[in-house]
């Protein structure tokens, strides 16, 4: 995306020189090639990337209660080359990992402990996410009474509404929700407008590599940071042009 974006600036600087508005056509060029610069050495990235994760650096001490609900959000899946088996993403791992530690962290409590998995089949690659993961799940330990699926959402607007749903059924003391430290910003924006009062906790870290070079690493870092502002913006806009739903607050029926 952030290669894309300069790729047309480039194109609209060589326009401008092409109608000879000179000024503007090296404003242009000057801008993309800083831009380059900056989001392939790292700063840029860096500092996207600050501003998404800073507040989970800390993982968070739960305090479990009678009844909980660990919400794992997915990464993808992936199909196997020539044997059509759908497995867990490549950047679904660590989600699945924290969230069986958290549930074997509340399940020595001798609490209700459920991990809900949401997931739709995004990706059409034949199964729902929340199946696919359910097998992890289900091989790490977890008992299959405590796997709670939501197996039709497509994206994190939809992990949160439907979800939303069946956690007012389960009726959960305690709701944490586990993703990517990237993705928690704009998932807990989504959760707590569909009236879920959430405990995040992050499974992994990303950071921006500096160098004195580009690197192809920092602009797709980049496109991922870029993903989630664009998310986050379009929330606000459509909250402003009336486009979303009735709003929600946690407690609400």
Not at 33 to 39: D, E, G, K, R
Not at 93 to 106: G, H, K, Q, S, T
Not at 123 to 128: F, L, R, S
Not at 176 to 189: D, E, G, K, Y
Request: hydrophobic letters at 45%.
């Amino acid at each position: 995306m952030t290669l894309a974006i300069l790729a047309v600036m480039i194109v609209l600087a060589t326009r401008c020189a092409a109608l000879k508005w000179r000024r503007t056509g090296r404003t242009l060029y000057a801008i993309s090639i800083v831009l380059f610069l900056t989001i392939g050495c790292g700063p840029v990235p860096a500092w996207m990337l600050n501003n998404l994760q800073s507040a989970y650096d800390v993982k968070p001490a739960i305090e479990w209660s009678q009844r909980n609900a660990i919400v794992l959000l997915g990464a993808g899946t992936e199909k196997v080359a020539h044997t059509s088996s759908v497995e867990p993403g490549t950047f679904s791992y660590a989600r699945i990992a924290e969230a069986v530690a958290l549930y074997n962290d509340c399940r020595k409590t001798e609490s209700d402990c459920k991990i809900v998995v949401s997931g739709g089949d995004a990706k059409k690659n034949g199964a729902p996410e929340a199946t696919v993961y359910r097998i992890a799940l289900l091989n790490l330990g977890v008992r299959a009474a405590d796997v709670l699926l939501e197996p039709h959402s497509m994206n994190t607007w939809q992990n949160a509404q439907f979800t939303s749903a069946l956690l007012q059924h389960y009726d959960a003391g305690r709701t944490v929700l586990v993703s990517s430290a990237i993705h928690l910003q704009r998932s807990m924006l989504y959760f707590s407008y569909f009236g879920v009062n959430a405990i995040p906790v992050r499974a992994d870290y990303l950071r921006a590599t500096l160098s004195a070079l580009p690197l192809s690493y920092n602009f797709t870092v980049a496109d991922f940071a870029l993903h989630e502002y664009t998310g986050i913006a379009r929330y606000h806009v459509y909250n402003a042009l009336g486009w979303n739903p009735v709003r929600q607050q946690p407690g609400d029926a």
